[in-house]
């Protein structure tokens, strides 16, 4: 079966650079998450996309900036990265919830190291 | 806004006995869902067992289950006959059913199997 796909899966930057993140949500997944994990601790939602509109915004700094596209893949822009940057980036997919149950499927992270 | 407490960084067992994971979540909703993820070093997220909180049927599969005490607001999960293979990060989450369908993780516990 077709998973969450993430790209890259490793990336090494300098401090003050940029960097995209990239999601491919499954097939027919609308709907589309972003986690920050950083080393340690637990997945924090940073924001989420359903038909190409923002659904629901967390703890995103204000130098990051994301968006979906019109095949439903997601990425995620930072901008003046600093060393606190530094985590695993889950993207997860979802078909819409409303008030049933959908899972999220969590693909397997990029990993952000800022030197 | 919904959190999600751990209070066991770090838990042990030996192989083939059972475990069990305590999780507590602080909410004004009466419908929502809960989660147990697994994550073992590759990091990917794996949902192990999820509880619909209009259930009172606690929710099992295979050795994993859970006690979901609604009133008390707790959420632990037994593991029984523990495997090599269960050693990993376990994070309680939670999800409302309507609206923001983020999922709000706790801090996590790591368990150790001991052969």
Redesign the interface.
């Known amino acids: 079966a077709a998973g969450v796909i993430q790209s890259p899966r490793h990336l090494i930057k300098e401090k003050r650079e940029t960097a995209t993140l990239k999601c491919y949500p499954i097939p027919r997944h609308d709907?589309v998450?972003w986690?920050q994990?950083g080393p340690g601790?637990?997945?924090?939602?940073l924001i989420?996309f359903y038909e190409k509109m923002q659904?629901?915004k967390?703890s995103i700094p204000d130098r990051f900036s994301a968006q979906q596209f019109s095949d439903y893949h997601s990425e995620l822009n930072m901008s003046s990265l600093e060393l606190g940057d530094s985590a695993?980036y889950?993207c997860?997919s979802?078909l819409p919830?409303?008030?049933s149950?959908?899972?999220?499927f969590?693909g397997?992270?990029t990993?952000l190291t800022v030197l | 806004a919904q959190t999600v407490t751990q209070s066991q960084p770090e838990m042990s067992v030996q192989e083939a006995e059972t475990v069990t994971l305590s999780c507590t979540y602080d909410t004004s909703e009466s419908d929502y869902?809960l989660f147990w993820y697994k994550q073992p070093p590759?990091?990917?997220?794996?949902?192990v067992i999820?509880q619909?909180a209009y259930k009172q049927q606690n929710a099992t599969e295979n050795r994993f289950s859970v006690n979901f005490q609604k009133a008390a607001k707790s959420f632990s999960l037994k593991i029984s006959d523990s495997q090599l293979g269960d050693a990993a990060m376990y994070?309680c989450a939670y999800r409302s059913?309507?609206g923001?369908?983020?999922?709000?993780?706790?801090?996590?516990t790591r368990l150790t199997i001991n052969p």
């Open positions: 709907t998450y986690y994990q601790q637990d997945p924090q939602f989420s659904s629901d967390g695993l889950f997860a979802s919830g409303g008030s149950y959908n899972e999220q969590f397997p992270g990993r | 869902y590759s990091r990917q997220m794996i949902l999820r619909e994070f059913a309507e923001a369908q983020k999922l709000v993780f706790g801090q996590g």
